[in-house]
């Protein structure tokens, strides 16, 4: 019988969303150095553009994280029609989605933003960002379609590819129309906008190329569109709809936590968006060690080995931490270096690197709690995964406002909010594992 517990299997499933997640992490860095260049408001503005509009992918996430797990569990059993048919119907659904978020987007962004942003420079900034940046949202939800399908079949290699092709197209596009080199007009925070967007669409197109040409599309049915099966489809959103709410308010609560740092002043959130640039750099294993973990826990289920849950997930841990750990060590030995990737101001620097210090250790934290979290989804009691998140994020969110607005702390101190998070929720998840009623359910 097969052994999902290896390290060889769980590597063979995360190097690729890893490799993925660096070329990913790339375009986050270089448009975060780019825009350092030209000017605090711009890197301020570009985290809170970033941020409002990934808040609506988080929705598409979470529909795609259940189709994911649905997927695995399929392919556990060896029913290798149900999957395309699955695949289908998350099709019907992203299509919709994409085009009521942009609506959202395109006719309320602006409102929305208005009433929760202090300094009108940066809100300005914002709205000129999301004017360009808005148009990626149905490619972005595309390519989330593509992921569930390849890593519930354990395939992860594309996505590497595809999202290499996006960071190649994304670095180029934004050295010319940032700047507005080689005869390219200069657009400054809109040019880091549509470099995004141009290469979300690349990566997309590339998905689907590769896709309908290779024997995936005949071996799972894929495309077959053979009719609406409401059953099949309310069971999907059944179980998605809580990764919805979960991912969607998830990111809303970052969100959150960037409006409270921006009424600190325009200064700290420009160094909250350089430590969150290299924040996501260190949590670089930690993406493709969660995504193995939902994929092989639900894999086993499937295969009826619920024995392989906890060795699984113990084991990814320790991948994890030392894939952190790494680039932890180069973060205490390199500050300065690191730091001036994003900025030249040598004040920034200076008051950035105690941040950085205690980033690090939320990493650590997080690193064990989302692949427990992961593993804990992929067992497919989604519902209770939305309750732990709900209670994490509540008292992630208090501990914020309480530090900044009673104890006056500085934007170091209000980092350390990420250890709280990255504990509770190793925490919780835990428990429900230990002690929960998870065996033999039905997704």
């Not at 395309?84 to 659904?93: A, L, R």
């Amino acid at each position: 019988m097969q052994d999902n517990t290896s390290y060889k299997k769980i590597w063979a499933v995360a190097y690729p969303i890893i490799l993925g997640t660096v070329a990913q992490n790339l375009i986050n860095v270089t448009d975060t150095a780019f825009l350092g260049r030209v000017g605090e408001i711009e890197l301020g503005a570009s985290a809170l553009g970033g941020m409002f509009y990934f808040v609506l992918i988080m929705l598409a996430m979470g529909f795609g994280t259940g189709a994911q797990i649905i997927i695995a569990r399929r392919f556990g059993e060896g029913d290798f029609k149900r999957i395309g048919k699955t695949f289908d119907h998350v099709f019907y659904f992203m299509v919709p989605l994409s085009l009521l978020s942009f609506a959202l987007l395109f006719f309320f962004g602006p409102a929305i933003l208005k009433p929760l942003v202090d300094s009108q420079k940066i809100y300005e900034a914002t709205v000129d960002y999301l004017d360009f940046r808005m148009y990626g949202i149905v490619f972005a939800f595309g390519q989330i379609m593509f992921r569930s399908f390849y890593v519930g079949i354990a395939n992860t290699r594309i996505i590497t590819w595809s999202t290499l092709v996006m960071a190649i197209v994304n670095v180029i596009l934004d050295y010319l129309l940032i700047f507005g080199h080689f005869g390219f007009p200069e657009m400054g925070i809109q040019g880091a906008a549509l470099a995004s967007v141009i290469a979300e669409a690349c990566a997309l197109f590339y998905l689907w190329i590769y896709t309908i040409s290779k024997e995936n599309v005949r071996q799972f049915s894929l495309f077959s569109f053979a009719g609406f099966d409401r059953q099949l489809f309310m069971r999907n959103l059944k179980l998605a709809y809580p990764l919805m709410i979960q991912n969607f308010l998830g990111l809303s609560v970052w969100f959150a936590f960037f409006l409270l740092v921006e009424k600190m002043g325009e200064q700290e959130l420009a160094i909250s968006n350089i430590i969150r640039s290299i924040y996501i750099v260190l949590m670089i294993p930690v993406w493709g060690f969660s995504a193995a973990a939902n994929s092989l826990v639900s894999f086993a289920i499937g295969m009826q080995r619920n024995d392989q849950v906890f060795k699984i997930m113990g084991r990814i841990i320790l991948m994890s931490s030392g894939g952190v750990l790494f680039f932890i060590i180069l973060s205490y030995l390199f500050p300065h270096q690191i730091l001036s990737v994003y900025t030249n101001d040598m004040d920034l620097i200076a008051k950035a690197i105690p941040v950085l210090y205690i980033v690090n250790f939320g990493a650590m934290a997080i690193s064990t709690g989302f692949v427990m979290f992961n593993g804990m989804l992929g067992t497919g009691k989604t519902i209770i995964g939305l309750l732990i998140e709900i209670l994490v994020l509540v008292l992630y969110l208090a501990y914020v406002y309480v530090i900044i607005n009673h104890f006056n702390a500085n934007v170091a101190q209000v980092w350390t909010s990420e250890l709280v998070y990255g504990g509770l929720l190793a925490l919780f998840s835990w428990l429900y594992l230990r002690y929960g009623k998870w065996s033999g359910g039905v997704v």
